[in-house]
């Protein structure tokens, strides 16, 4: 079945910077386009990155003004988002998700970065 | 980008209401529609892509439809576990957006 599990969980400190990762399983990682989307506590979703199968074509959230580069690794079937120069309204749950015709099908459980001081 | 604007933000409802959420797109779309579930503490769960499509698995009291800017999600017969928060996402171009959501209490 697939299964997208995101790991690199954990509080930083303003300024500094966070690698998260998304292991994929259950499906061909190498033929789907991945996506990060994000969710601010008590808030609503919030979309942050794209990464096409190839790796060749990104996009990226307007609001995040350069300080996140997504990539990922077919050989280890893994997914990446790094984070730079975090800030506290960074802080939320990070979704990594499977698109499938425009739409997101499948999405890990999340992990929680947590910016504070 | 595109803007999604949800309507209500909010209500209370009853199990077996039928249920109409609106969202419409700041400019057309062109069906490229897509409507969540999300429960509290989970991750989302896709219900309806392409505006209409209902995702395998799905049961059949959602439905979806809407063209150009205006969409909606309606959910014919509430059940106990329908009562949860739900988002529009368009896709039509980068970046994604999601409409801020309705959530649907009891």
């Known amino acids: 079945q697939v299964l997208l599990v995101e790991s690199g969980r954990g509080v930083v400190q303003p300024g500094r910077s966070l690698r998260l990762s998304c292991a994929a399983s259950g499906f061909p990682f190498s033929t789907y386009t991945m996506h990060w989307v994000r969710q601010a506590p008590g808030k609503g979703l919030e979309w942050v990155a794209v990464?096409?199968?190839?790796?060749?074509?990104?996009h990226y959230a307007d609001s995040l003004k350069g300080r996140f580069t997504i990539s990922r690794d077919t050989s280890k079937n893994t997914l990446f988002l790094q984070m730079n120069n975090l800030r506290p309204d960074d802080t939320a749950v990070y979704y990594c998700?499977?698109?499938?015709?425009?739409?997101?099908?499948?999405w890990g459980q999340g992990t929680l970065v947590t910016v504070s001081s | 980008a595109i803007r999604l604007t949800q309507s209500p933000p909010s209500f209370s409802s009853s199990i077996g209401d039928r249920v109409t959420i609106t969202c419409r797109a700041s400019?057309?779309?062109?069906?490229?529609l897509a409507w969540y579930q999300q429960k509290p503490g989970k991750a989302p769960n896709l219900l309806i892509y392409a505006a209409s499509t209902l995702q395998s698995g799905v049961p059949s009291r959602f439905s979806g439809s809407g063209s150009g800017t205006d969409y909606t999600l309606t959910i014919t017969y509430l059940q106990s576990e329908d009562f949860a928060t739900y988002y529009c996402?368009?896709?039509?171009?980068?970046?994604?957006?999601f409409g801020q959501g309705t959530k649907v209490e009891i």
């Open positions: 990464i096409s199968y190839d790796g060749s074509n990104k």
């Open positions: 400019q057309g779309i062109s069906g490229f």
């Open positions: 996402q368009q896709s039509y171009s980068y970046p994604w957006t």
């Open positions: 998700a499977r698109e499938e015709g425009g739409s997101l099908d499948y």
